[in-house]
């Protein structure tokens, strides 16, 4: 026999999560707030730009990676999806804090707070900032999918003053009131194991927070040297920086050029870093390496394919290896096949 919850206790249900529902929906409305009527942040040029923010996740996204890539790699495809994006978490978040087809609003809660998971999980310099976010945004979009609205809502006051709609089965499953399953316990239980079972797997994941090893990659930057190669008076090669804190670039104070023997051929500094021409730098994504006034920098997530004229070097044949160097003393070397 199919159960169905009866009135008073959805009501009551959806009364006790009214505080969730307001802050909940606040986090996602707060961003279309902040990113258009506070401060626009869909202007390309300028710093703050979404969509750098956004190629922040791409080094270390878990599944969605090949999405991110093409949308970084497709600027006027990103700007579209960040507008859209962001119109979504407005409509979301307000209709989730009026408390107007909170179910079907709660889907989306449940699949922005995912994305938001699986994009950023691993972000977070001093805490677990992101996946703390991501996990606990699902499951906060399953429990008012599971409880709907209460008293304080416009799904309410439609049920009230419109019953012949309300009562209608679609509307139980987008809006609030009974919740008919045949089976809640199960449902109940079987939606909470999941969902504790994703965030064991990915705290595992991003962090290794179950077993193991605890990391995070938010602390330190992390550059990978690849596609090494010198032709007559130029030294080509691609720079990828896949960990470190979002909030501020790696900033290159030195390369060097070395022979087998790790003796210094050739030695930019950081005053030669800082003045490279923008040419000589061919980006990838829209979060761009480029010279800064003291270094050359490098955001999170930006690749780029960079050239260095080396015509003082004589004996270009001892080439043997590259090094960069960090403000911050790391340092990273790759062989030149």
Not at 206 to 228: D, M, Q, R, Y
Not at 284 to 313: E, F, N, Q, R, W
């Amino acid at each position: 026999m199919k159960h169905t919850l009866n009135s008073q206790s959805s009501d009551m249900a959806g009364l006790y999560t009214l505080s969730l529902s307001m802050v909940i929906g606040w986090t996602y409305f707060s961003a279309f707030w902040r990113r258009l009527i506070l401060e626009n942040k869909f202007i390309p040029e300028e710093n703050g730009y979404i969509g750098e923010k956004f190629n922040h996740f791409l080094p270390n996204a878990l599944g969605i990676k090949p999405i991110i890539e093409y949308l970084v790699t497709h600027p006027d495809a990103l700007h579209q999806s960040m507008m859209i994006f962001t119109i979504i978490e407005a409509v979301v978040g307000l209709f989730i804090i009026l408390g107007l087809f909170t179910r079907l609003m709660s889907i989306g809660i449940f699949s922005l707070a995912l994305g938001i998971l699986l994009g950023s999980g691993w972000l977070g310099t001093t805490c677990l900032d992101e996946w703390q976010i991501g996990v606990l945004g699902v499951a906060g979009g399953f429990v008012l999918f599971l409880t709907g609205s209460g008293p304080y809502s416009m799904d309410y006051y439609f049920i009230k003053h419109n019953r012949n709609f309300t009562q209608k089965r679609w509307f139980q499953w987008l809006g609030s009131g009974n919740f008919p399953i045949s089976k809640p316990k199960t449902f109940v239980l079987t939606g909470s194991l999941i969902l504790f079972g994703l965030t064991l797997f990915t705290n595992q994941y991003f962090h290794g927070g179950v077993w193991g090893t605890l990391h995070n990659k938010s602390v330190k930057p992390k550059l990978e040297i690849s596609n090494i190669s010198h032709y007559n008076s130029k030294l080509k090669f691609q720079v990828y920086r896949t960990e470190g804190a979002d909030v501020y670039g790696s900033f290159l104070i030195g390369i060097h050029i070395l022979d087998k023997d790790g003796k210094i051929l050739k030695e930019f500094d950081h005053q030669e870093l800082a003045g490279i021409p923008k040419e000589s730098i061919q980006n990838h994504y829209v979060a761009k390496i480029k010279p800064g006034k003291h270094s050359l920098v490098i955001p999170l997530g930006a690749k780029a394919d960079v050239t260095l004229d080396i015509d003082d070097i004589l004996m270009k044949n001892e080439i043997y290896s590259l090094k960069l160097i960090d403000v911050s003393g790391i340092e990273w070397i790759e062989k030149i096949e």
